[in-house]
């Protein structure tokens, strides 16, 4: 190998990692705008005027957000011209601008009919949540221009989306609401003394991460380095297939060979292109109502199940679910478990553990354990395995679906799974602020 050859080399691989780097770090700006404003709920929980009603409010804003890709794809439906760079760059810039005001006012209320509303709050969070929602319309298709080993590095971006608030708002720290104030301004003071650094300066810190992603996808898009990559990957790529094509195939001649007796049972299931109507239909309703509770009910109850046993409990909880959905996605990277037996395993023990959590919701003026140590590991063991479990039984349903390799079966899906989100998000919203089902729990009162 000559010198020029070797450096050559050299540079394609130094071009490949940049561009990896460059990915991940566009993927991180899919939801971490939404992500780092929900990790930080149990700070903002115990000075905006909503109280423990404060996350009902966010996820029926979060899910008013979808209604930008319904216009994109019904532009699209109708061929109408869309600069996607365009579309791309505006979100991102959007999203910084979004998180930037969010740093400086989100403790600013606005007074309608008498009543106190964190307006601005939830106006910044729609904003932020736009560009999560327009991720899979437009980020990932964005993608297809590069060789398809960089969506893996997009994937790792997309989930240190929801760890790296998870990480600050440990450094952050616990605050503890415990003690009783008489004042808003006696609450903050009382939660600055607990906390590393102010709200303010941990969504500047998600607004320095947005601002890297923005410049990464700049760099992505118009740098000469990652077009030689991208050049190069397509050659090599153009190279790769001719060379296959060349080689006669000798693996297809045993056609009547049978599959192995311990996955024979999954291929009827799982490949088989006819999937069973019943199946299917019972897929889609298993998908339907795990995304009604976990998008829908459980964010907009979590306060209520986690805060009687402490503002430690609630942050805990919120916290250390958002390390879950990673992880069940690695898991299911090295052990797969995707067929309708383990599928029904997981639907027991998500409905046992979800009923366990909405009954302590329901519970909230006086829980089971509330004094107790014992308590508050409970509380919080039982959200992080249960958002663990539903992600990865999603994930699942999913898996079989997509298979089946019917025609749009993952639209349905996808439609399923936004009906069951955005009910959820409703119901939760009516059943918490219009009902007397869910009850805060004064630690001041008598």
């Known amino acids: 190998m000559t010198d ?3 450096d050559s080399e050299k540079c394609q691989r130094k ?3 940049v561009t990896h780097v460059l990915v991940a770090v566009f993927g991180i700006s ?12 149990p700070v903002l929980i115990n000075t905006s005027p909503e109280g423990w009603t404060l996350p009902s409010y966010l996820v029926l804003v979060i899910q008013a957000a979808n209604v930008g ?6 532009l699209q439906h109708f061929r109408w011209k869309t600069n996607e760079l365009w579309w791309i760059l505006s979100l991102l810039f959007l999203g910084n601008c979004a998180m930037g005001l969010l740093s400086f006012f989100y403790s600013k209320t606005i007074v309608i009919n008498g009543n106190e509303y964190s307006l601005v709050l939830f106006i910044l969070a729609f904003f932020n949540a736009l560009v999560g929602c327009f991720s899979s319309v437009l980020f990932m298709p964005y993608l297809r221009n590069f060789n398809k080993n960089y969506l893996i590095s997009f994937f790792i971006g997309e989930g240190l989306s929801g760890v790296l608030p998870s990480v600050v708002a440990l450094i952050q720290g616990v605050a503890d609401n415990s003690e009783c104030t008489v004042s808003k301004n006696d609450t903050m003071d009382a939660m600055k003394s607990n906390l590393m ?20 996808f700049i760099v992505l898009e118009y740098s000469s380095l990652v077009q030689r990559t991208r050049d190069l990957d397509k050659s090599d790529d153009t190279i790769s297939n001719e060379t296959h094509a060349s080689i006669p195939n000798t693996s297809d001649h045993r056609q009547d060979r049978k599959p192995c007796p311990l996955t024979e049972h999954k291929l009827d299931l799982i490949h088989n292109k006819d999937l069973e109507p019943q199946i299917r239909h019972l897929l889609y309703v298993l998908l339907t ?3 009604f509770f976990s998008n829908g009910i459980f964010p907009g109850i979590q306060s209520y199940s986690c805060l009687p046993y402490g503002n430690v409990a609630y942050k805990l909880s919120i916290t250390l679910a958002q390390f879950a959905n990673p992880l069940v996605c690695m898991l299911a990277y090295w052990y797969a478990m995707f067929d309708m037996k383990h599928i029904t395993y997981l639907t027991i023990i998500c409905s046992c553990t979800g009923s366990y959590v909405i009954y302590l919701a329901i519970m909230s003026s006086a829980p089971p354990l509330q004094h107790t140590t014992i308590g508050v590991f409970l509380v919080v063991s039982a959200w992080t395995i249960l958002i663990g479990l539903i992600s990865y039984l999603k994930l699942a349903i999913v898996s079989v679906l997509k298979n089946s390799r019917l025609p749009e079966i993952l639209v349905k899906a996808g439609a399923f799974m936004q009906i069951g989100s955005a009910s959820g998000a409703i119901i939760s919203f009516l059943a918490i602020n219009l009902t007397n089902y869910f009850k805060m729990n004064d630690p001041c009162s008598s």
């Open 69 to 74: 890709p319904l216009l994109y794809m019904i």
């Open 30 to 41: 899919t939801w971490i705008g939404i992500n780092g404003i929900y990790v930080q709920v």
């Open 197 to 216: 650094f102010s709200s303010s300066d941990y969504f500047f810190f998600i607004f320095i991460v947005l601002f890297l992603s923005l410049t990464s």
């Open 4 to 6: 020029a050859s070797r």
């Open 289 to 291: 109502v795990c995304c």
């Open 15 to 17: 071009g490949r990692i």
